[in-house]
């Protein structure tokens, strides 16, 4: 019974990230927030799923990087 629930749990949360994710994708040509709505569904994605886990850490490594270089040139 358990692992019934931890599965169904899974196809929530997979079905609801990539739901969020599709809209974010959409708001990227509409006007929009699209790529807070892409971090906010590889945020929900990653609770369950490690490949949005590291998808989202080198995400972060590539902003954190990008930052240092912006800031480096004012």
């Not at 990653?46 to 954190?64: C, G, P, R, V």
């Amino acid at each position: 019974m358990l692992r019934h629930l931890n599965y169904a749990k899974k196809v929530v949360i997979f079905v609801f990230g990539i739901t969020v994710l599709l809209i974010g994708i959409l708001l990227l040509v509409l006007p929009g927030p699209g790529i807070l709505l892409i971090a906010i569904a590889l945020l929900i994605l990653a609770t369950e799923f490690l490949w949005a886990k590291k998808f989202l850490e080198k995400i972060k490594e590539k902003s954190k990087r990008i930052k240092k270089k912006t800031l480096g040139l004012w």
